[in-house]
Structures are given as structure tokens and as C-alpha cells.
């Protein structure tokens, strides 16, 4: 008779004790170094004293001026070329070139380290000329922006469906309303569009499931066939990092569930962070990746100490809470980073419940030609003057919420302290902003 096991098959961590860590911990190690040599190579090749020629991508492109001459605008564009950021600067009238190919000839500034090579550099440009060459998605993109009457809308739903860059007018509106992690592509988006897609195949499965391969698992199967949809997703979006670490640990998640091994691991996610980190090291200073390791973890928290309840009326107030919570305990790392604040960005709640069934939504308008239809009511959001107020805070109190958040892993006690922590400092916003308007 077979000896019935003790523990559900899902407390069964991947790894297991301090021997199987340090080896796991070595290997990304000895990656990580490879990967940071390799880097360095490519860092000391760069043109500092001659002049040379690079291969980029326009990822950003916009009008600014000093003040000491307001009269005499010039254009800046956001470059990347072999994984890296360039800044660079031209005082002639440029058409549009956002998503096009350039080769630009000049040298990079002596002031750019190694470390801000990860970052971004500012590179001298001397003369700069268009590449023939287009990104395989530009006729997609293409044809969702011809479905708006603005620019300034299309690249709202280009960021949302291919991370592109936003918009001046939309990147203050999202900063003060707090709707950056809505519109970044990030795990959200990945949970969201699964989810759709589930629904989408699970009917039209279960038909054929139940007539001609009823052995066959539904969640395994549709779980298989949605990642590899993500993955195409992933490419489309040219390996946006925020959303390549939710999909390896989304890829992850799921073996393990295939594998009967634990999932909501504090550890797991640590090892996804370096598993990232260590094949991308610039990823340690991308702001986003930051914040979505952060957000996760912070999911992961409240999963832990907030247990699901039953029934489907439980369930809503389980979800209201769940965003909620979230939103609070995200914010004081976000104002390490960014200092805007307002009370409406508590809009930023009902909009990511709303969020779950208008993503999928707009992109069926798009694929069907109708994605214009909001942009009426768009042009009343972007042209909202919302006040707001500037606070950054400062590095001891981000080093004291840090710590409360990784003691609440350990504490429940120390979890409902970080959140008090998070409430009393949302709430100090407040009064500021209050004295301030």
C-alpha cells in the first residue's frame, strides 16, 4: 500500500539547502562575470579620441531648448545600438525618425564610465544618415497609429502594445495619476493577456478535450500554448526587460507547477532577478526591471499573509484589496526613484481593475481597424492640468522600508509595519500637497 504523502507536492522548493544554493549562486556568478567582461571588451572599443561610426535605433525623439536661447530649438534622440543607450543632440530640423535605423558618425564622451554605459552615454554626433532598414513590426505599428488622429494618441497604445516610448504630454499625465506601471509593459500586461487568452481557448479545448483526448491535461496544455504566445510577444517587443523577466519567470512558474514544486517562493524570485541580471547586467540599472521585481515581490507578500477567501463575492473584495494593498506598498520605493505625487493618483486603483478587460479589449479594436474609438475622451485626459507636488525620499528611509520589507517575509507582524510605513508616509504626501496648493 503506498505511503500517502505528508505535505501538498507544492511546498517542494527547486532548490534545497545551502549546497545546491552556492552552486546555483557560483554558476550565475561566473555568468555574470563572463557577461561583464564581455562588456567591459565592448565598453573599452568605444570611440573616446577618434571618431567612428555606430548603428542605432531611434527609440525616442523630441524638440528642446536652453533657456538662454528659447528662439533656437534643437532636437535630441534616444539611441540604442548593441543592447546599450545613447543620447545624442542635432541643431538641424529632423523629420520624425522614432523607430528608424541611423548611422551616426562621432565619438562618445569622455565623461561616460563604465558604469554609465550601462545606463546611457551621450555621444557627439557629427553627422547623421537613415538606414534603409525597418523593425519586422513597423507595418503592424503602422497600422494601429493610422487608426488615431494625433501622434500624441498613437503613441499612448504604442507604448501599451509594443513599449515604445510615450509621449512627453502622456508621461506627465501617467506620472501624476501614477499610471506608469499600466502603461510600461511589465508583468501586468503578461498576467492580463494569459488570462485572455485562456478564456479565449479553454471553451473550444474542452470541445475537443472531451471527444478526442480526454487523458491530456487542460492547464498544462493551455498553459504550454499561451507561453509560446508570450514568447512571440516578447520578440515583437525586441526583449523589453521588464517584460523578459516576467515571461522567464512566468516559464519558470510553470514547470514548476508541471514538476509539482513550490511557486510563491521569495527565493524563486531572487533566483529569477539574478538569472536576468546575470545575462543582463544592465537590467541591475534599468529603473522598470527594478520596480517590477519590487512589484512582484510585493504580490508575493500579500499572497502570503492575505490568503484567498471563498466564494465569488470574497473574490471581488479579495481583488479590491489585492490592488489596493499594492498600490501603498509600492509607493515609497517609487518615490525613491520619481518625485511626483498627487492624490489623484489613487485613480490608478479602479483603472487597474478596469485595465484587466480593457487591454484585451483594445487590441481586438486595433486588429479590427476600430482603435480610434476612445480618442475623443483621450484628448479630455491628456489635456487635464493635474497638481501635483515634487518629493524624493531620501535613502535612510529607503533603506529602513527596504529592510521591514525583506523582515516581512520572515514576520506578519513586521509585513503589517511596512504597510503602516507605507500609509503614514502616502498620508505625509498628502499633507504636503495640501500646504503646498
Known amino acids: 500500500m503506498a505511503q500517502k504523502a505528508k505535505f501538498s507536492p507544492y511546498q517542494i522548493p527547486l532548490i534545497d539547502g545551502a549546497k545546491q544554493w552556492c552552486i546555483a549562486l557560483l554558476c550565475l556568478a561566473l555568468l555574470c562575470l563572463a557577461k561583464i567582461s564581455y562588456e567591459y571588451h565592448s565598453y573599452t572599443n568605444l570611440p573616446f579620441d577618434t571618431s567612428q561610426e555606430i548603428k542605432a535605433q531611434v527609440l525616442l525623439q523630441y524638440k528642446k531648448t536652453k ?9 535630441v534622440m534616444k539611441l540604442e545600438s548593441s543592447g546599450h543607450i545613447f543620447y545624442i543632440t542635432s541643431k538641424e530640423n529632423l523629420k520624425d525618425l522614432q523607430g528608424r535605423f ?9 565623461r561616460c564610465g563604465f558604469v554609465e554605459y550601462f545606463r546611457s552615454c551621450f555621444f557627439i554626433a557629427f553627422s547623421i544618415s537613415l538606414m534603409p532598414k525597418r523593425e519586422f513590426s513597423a507595418p503592424l505599428k503602422q497600422y494601429f497609429a493610422s ?3 494625433s501622434q500624441i494618441q498613437a503613441s499612448l497604445f504604442g507604448a501599451l502594445f509594443f513599449a515604445d516610448s510615450l509621449a512627453r504630454q502622456w508621461r506627465e499625465i501617467a506620472n ?9 509593459i511589465s508583468g501586468f500586461h503578461l498576467g492580463v493577456l494569459s488570462a485572455f487568452l485562456f478564456g479565449l481557448f479553454v471553451l473550444p479545448y474542452r470541445f475537443l478535450q472531451n471527444r478526442y483526448f ?3 491535461n487542460e492547464l498544462y496544455d493551455l498553459g504550454g500554448v499561451i507561453l509560446l504566445f508570450m514568447c512571440g510577444y516578447l520578440v515583437l517587443l525586441d526583449f523589453t526587460p521588464s517584460f523578459l523577466r516576467a515571461l522567464v519567470m512566468g516559464i519558470l512558474g510553470f514547470l514548476l507547477l508541471f514538476w509539482g514544486l513550490e511557486i510563491v517562493n521569495f527565493k524563486l524570485l531572487g533566483l529569477v532577478g539574478a538569472i536576468c541580471v546575470a545575462l543582463f547586467p544592465s537590467a541591475a540599472f534599468n529603473i522598470g526591471f527594478i520596480l517590477s521585481m519590487a512589484g512582484v515581490f510585493y504580490i508575493f507578500l500579500f499572497v502570503k499573509y492575505c490568503p484567498k477567501l471563498p466564494s465569488v ?8 484589496a489585492f490592488n489596493v494593498v499594492i498600490f501603498f506598498s509600492i509607493t515609497p520605493l517609487v518615490h525613491y526613484f520619481f518625485p511626483y505625487f498627487s492624490p489623484y493618483q489613487l485613480v490608478s486603483i479602479p483603472v487597474s481593475l478596469a485595465f484587466v478587460v480593457a487591454f484585451p479589449l483594445m487590441i481586438a479594436l486595433h486588429i479590427f481597424g476600430l482603435g480610434g474609438v476612445f480618442d475623443k475622451w483621450l484628448d479630455m485626459v491628456v489635456n487635464l492640468q493635474i497638481p501635483s507636488i515634487d518629493y524624493y525620499l531620501s535613502l535612510p528611509l529607503m533603506a529602513c522600508y ?26 505625509y504626501l498628502l499633507a504636503r500637497f495640501v500646504s503646498a496648493t
Open 214 to 216: 480526454s487523458y491530456r
Open 313 to 320: 463575492w470574497n473574490f471581488v473584495w479579495y481583488w479590491m
Open 402 to 427: 527596504v529592510a521591514l520589507s525583506f523582515g516581512s517575509i520572515f514576520s506578519r507582524k513586521i509585513y503589517f509595519a511596512m504597510l503602516a510605513f507605507a500609509l503614514i508616509f502616502w498620508v
Open 102 to 110: 541611423v548611422r551616426v558618425y562621432g565619438k562618445v564622451d569622455k
Open 176 to 184: 501624476k495619476l501614477g499610471l506608469a506601471h499600466i502603461i510600461a
Open 67 to 75: 533657456p538662454d536661447k528659447p528662439d533656437k530649438p534643437y532636437t
Open 147 to 149: 487608426q488615431h488622429q
